[in-house]
């Protein structure tokens, strides 16, 4: 067996450990890397604090602690058409931002795993950028009315329109991206454009997600919407959301073939999830 190697049987033990161990205790500090978000578990209001929009300025000097909104420089991040930095990826060029914006507010842990995963997928001849990390509850509240609005606006009913969107967008309070540690990423098409869309499956295929998919572990990221587990998680395939939470439990995750939900359930001892059945579409979006 080559050094470092683990044997099948080894693993096989390991993961059964996760699946059936010892329980830990649900952390209640949303700072925690592994604190149980979900459709029924949330995220207190304040945290970290209530008032801070995803649009509000940060400062890229900022070194942040744990619970602290830093800055995801602008060059990693996109914030629509306007405002595409290519060129920065095609040059050794520092990159510099088109306007003010300085960057998206994320987590400092979040900052540090998506910078590393960005980068080494820059090497790799994959351009990725952060559309959306931190969310406040105000501002996940302001994003999931958005899509129900836009769902009413194209002839659906509001009824239909809550069930469509609830498939794909958290509610206030239940979503990752209040945690500070999540983003959704956007990324560069052979043709040179950034795709910026929600279709699901067209992302999945694209090879900067398909490396982000093989790779993210080692950067203690995961996947936390696979379309292959919308009965455990309660959502549709997700391919541009992803949750940093640190390398130890990421590589368990893979190595155990493990959803975000499934490892914390095995974790906390909470079991499946109430039953849940909304418009579970694979066309839904976010
Ligand atoms: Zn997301």
């Keep these: 067996m080559a050094p470092g190697a683990t044997s099948g049987a080894a693993l096989g033990s390991r993961c059964e450990a996760i699946r059936s161990g010892a329980r830990s205790a649900q952390p209640t500090d949303p700072g925690d890397l592994l604190f149980y978000v979900n459709r029924w578990a949330a995220i207190p209001s304040n945290f970290p604090v209530s008032s801070t929009s995803i649009w509000t300025p940060c400062d890229p000097g900022d070194p942040g602690t744990a619970h602290d909104l830093v800055c995801m420089p602008a060059s990693y991040t996109y914030r629509g058409r306007e405002a595409l930095r290519e060129v920065a990826f095609e040059s050794d060029a520092p990159a510099e931002p088109a306007t003010t914006f300085d960057g998206l507010p994320i987590g400092h842990h979040g ?161 499946p999830l109430p039953p849940f059945e909304p418009h579970m579409s694979r066309s839904a979006r976010r």
């Excluded at 590393?116 to 959306?132: N, P, Q």
Aim: proline residues 2%; contains cysteine.
């Design 111 to 271: 900052k540090v795993g998506f910078k590393a995963m960005l980068d080494a997928a820059r090497d790799d001849g994959h351009l990725l950028l952060v559309r959306s990390a931190f969310r406040s509850y105000a501002m996940q509240s302001a994003t999931f009315s958005m899509w129900v609005a836009q769902e009413v606006a194209s002839g659906r009913s509001r009824e239909f329109a809550l069930k469509k969107v609830s498939a794909s967008s958290a509610r206030a309070g239940h979503s990752e991206h209040q945690l500070g540690t999540t983003a959704d990423l956007v990324f560069r098409t052979p043709q040179g454009t950034i795709y910026d869309g929600w279709d699901a499956e067209k992302m999945e295929a694209s090879a900067p997600i398909q490396w982000v998919m093989k790779n993210a572990h080692r950067f203690g990221i995961v996947l936390t919407y696979d379309k292959d587990r919308v009965h455990v998680t309660q959502y549709v395939g997700e391919p541009w959301h992803y949750r940093f939470v640190g390398v130890t439990a990421a590589n368990a995750m893979k190595e155990c073939d493990l959803s975000t939900e499934e490892y914390l359930q095995a974790r906390y001892g909470t079991g």
